[in-house]
């Protein structure tokens, strides 16, 4: 057992820290404020490979690991929860889905922009009457032959309003319920696609959230992924890795909020000496250090698990509940550990409170989470996955 970073991942590691500081930081609390897309920082995060991290280099990505993806989304999401979002929706649902399922052609036409954040991509599976009982589609696909038609409307989708490909997950054969279900590939010019109002939203602010209406939308055939009723098992495995990329983010912001707080307790003084010396505040770092250690070994772990090719499904719906949770916990205690401060914008804290709570909701809430791992444990298996995907 080997619990070192390798060189390669330390080198990730510092170049996300460094962009996240250098590019993300500033202006974040002001993007947050006004719900202002980050698009310059979009653009910096392509140029820089963030957004097509795992995406093969003969597809234009940075042919990296699930690990390297992990630490950098972690790093980002220390300082920008919108942009960190942004990123991991492309790169572990859309670029991760399309080049795992989609054929050679689908690969040359969209993986290539995609990877490198010349376009970006969504992933349209929730519905105003399907989030959680993800099976219950009511967005349709019509087989005509040559093309489907599509019509439906998707909710709470990340990239919904900055989007040029999205992910859409459609029923085409409602007898077969779940095995009637399949995933498109959809372009955001095509006819009959529209994009509702921006979300109003407590956290990510400057990420755009939107409802997506597809009216009569003519989908080619060839942008079916997967053999016919592929559709929910592709939602489903894509989002089994997407939990890794989520559980990264809530780490960045547990671990954000830590640094945060971490210095300020040195700065602050009160009753003769810095708070850091005060009990009341040492005991609370020291209890955020510990959990944001054990939230840490169960992402990584996570992440090995994919990369060695290895069952990590229960892994990751473990790090993303835990590590979410760990994040809730204690942004909230930061904000208590700045006092008044930790009130208002300008330390940061109380944005990443705000941000947290997000991660114990989309790709699968927490209880969503605990569904996964009790069906393992009704079955009897422990928690040592051995068995090679
Ligand atoms: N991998 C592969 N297959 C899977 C799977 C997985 N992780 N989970 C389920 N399946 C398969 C099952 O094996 C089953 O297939 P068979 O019938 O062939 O055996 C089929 O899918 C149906 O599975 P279930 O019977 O378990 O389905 P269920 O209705 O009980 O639902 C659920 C299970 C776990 C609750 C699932 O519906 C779910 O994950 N819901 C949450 C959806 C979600 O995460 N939404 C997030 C929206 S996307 C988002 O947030 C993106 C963003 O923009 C940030």
């Given at each position: 057992?080997?619990?070192?970073?390798?060189?390669l991942?330390?080198?990730?590691?510092?170049?996300?820290?460094?962009?996240?500081?250098?590019e993300?930081?500033?202006?974040?609390?002001?993007?947050?404020s006004?719900?202002?897309?980050?698009?310059?920082?979009?653009?910096?995060?392509?140029?820089?490979?963030?957004?097509?991290?795992?995406?093969?280099?003969?597809?234009?990505?940075?042919?990296?690991?699930?690990?390297?993806?992990?630490?950098?989304?972690?790093?980002m999401?220390?300082?920008?929860?919108?942009?960190?979002?942004?990123?991991?929706?492309?790169?572990?649902?859309?670029?991760?889905?399309?080049?795992?399922?989609?054929?050679?052609?689908?690969?040359?036409?969209?993986?290539?922009?995609?990877?490198?954040?010349?376009?970006?991509?969504?992933?349209?599976?929730s519905?105003?009457?399907?989030?959680?009982?993800?099976?219950?589609?009511?967005?349709?696909?019509?087989?005509m032959?040559?093309?489907?038609?599509?019509?439906?409307?998707?909710?709470?989708?990340?990239?919904?309003?900055?989007?040029?490909?999205?992910?859409?997950?459609?029923?085409?054969?409602?007898?077969?319920?779940?095995?009637?279900?399949?995933?498109?590939?959809?372009?955001?010019?095509?006819?009959?696609?529209?994009?509702?109002?921006?979300?109003?939203?407590?956290?990510?602010?400057?990420?755009?959230?939107?409802?997506?209406?597809?009216?009569?939308?003519?989908?080619?055939?060839?942008?079916r992924?997967?053999?016919?009723?592929?559709?929910?098992?592709?939602?489903?495995?894509?989002?089994?890795?997407?939990?890794?990329?989520?559980?990264?983010?809530?780490?960045?912001?547990?671990?954000?909020?830590?640094?945060?707080?971490?210095?300020?307790?040195?700065?602050?003084?009160?009753?003769?000496k810095?708070i850091?010396?005060?009990?009341?505040?040492?005991?609370?770092l020291?209890d955020?250090?510990?959990?944001?250690?054990?939230?840490?070994?169960?992402?990584?772990?996570?992440?090995?698990?994919?990369?060695?090719?290895?069952?990590?499904?229960?892994?990751?719906?473990?790090?993303?509940?835990y590590?979410?949770?760990?994040?809730?916990?204690?942004?909230?205690?930061?904000?208590?550990?700045?006092?008044?401060?930790?009130?208002?914008?300008?330390?940061?804290?109380?944005?990443?409170?705000?941000?947290?709570?997000?991660?114990?909701?989309?790709?699968?809430?927490?209880?969503?989470?605990?569904?996964?791992?009790?069906r393992?444990?009704?079955?009897?298996?422990?928690?040592?996955?051995?068995?090679?995907?």
């Amino acid at each position: 057992m080997n619990f070192e970073l390798s060189d390669l991942h330390l080198a990730v590691q510092e170049s996300a820290r460094t962009f996240a500081q250098k590019e993300l930081k500033p202006g974040v609390i002001e993007r947050d404020s006004g719900m202002i897309y980050p698009t310059e920082q979009v653009k910096r995060m392509g140029e820089q490979g963030f957004l097509g991290m795992m995406v093969s280099e003969k597809y234009g990505g940075g042919g990296m690991d699930t690990m390297s993806y992990v630490l950098a989304m972690e790093e980002m999401s220390k300082v920008d929860n919108s942009c960190s979002v942004i990123m991991s929706v492309n790169n572990s649902l859309v670029c991760w889905g399309i080049e795992t399922f989609g054929t050679e052609a689908q690969k040359q036409k969209y993986l290539t922009k995609l990877a490198t954040g010349e376009w970006i991509g969504a992933f349209c599976l929730s519905e105003p009457e399907a989030g959680s009982d993800a099976t219950s589609q009511r967005t349709t696909a019509v087989d005509m032959g040559d093309h489907y038609v599509l019509n439906g409307t998707k909710n709470w989708i990340t990239n919904g309003g900055t989007s040029k490909v999205h992910l859409v997950i459609a029923q085409t054969d409602p007898e077969k319920k779940h095995k009637g279900i399949n995933a498109f590939i959809v372009e955001t010019d095509w006819d009959g696609v529209e994009v509702g109002a921006k979300e109003d939203k407590l956290g990510i602010r400057s990420s755009d959230t939107h409802t997506i209406m597809y009216t009569d939308v003519k989908v080619p055939k060839e942008n079916r992924i997967g053999e016919d009723g592929f559709g929910f098992k592709f939602a489903m495995k894509t989002l089994t890795g997407g939990r890794i990329g989520i559980a990264a983010q809530a780490l960045g912001i547990a671990g954000g909020a830590f640094e945060l707080s971490t210095a300020y307790a040195h700065e602050r003084a009160a009753f003769g000496k810095p708070i850091i010396n005060h009990q009341a505040i040492a005991f609370k770092l020291a209890d955020m250090a510990t959990d944001i250690e054990a939230a840490k070994m169960l992402v990584y772990r996570s992440a090995w698990l994919k990369d060695q090719n290895m069952d990590y499904t229960t892994a990751s719906s473990m790090a993303k509940l835990y590590a979410s949770e760990v994040a809730m916990k204690h942004t909230v205690e930061a904000v208590q550990i700045h006092g008044g401060y930790g009130f208002v914008k300008e330390y940061h804290v109380e944005r990443l409170m705000r941000d947290a709570k997000i991660t114990q909701i989309y790709e699968g809430t927490s209880e969503v989470q605990r569904i996964v791992i009790s069906r393992q444990v009704a079955k009897g298996n422990l928690y040592v996955p051995t068995n090679k995907l």
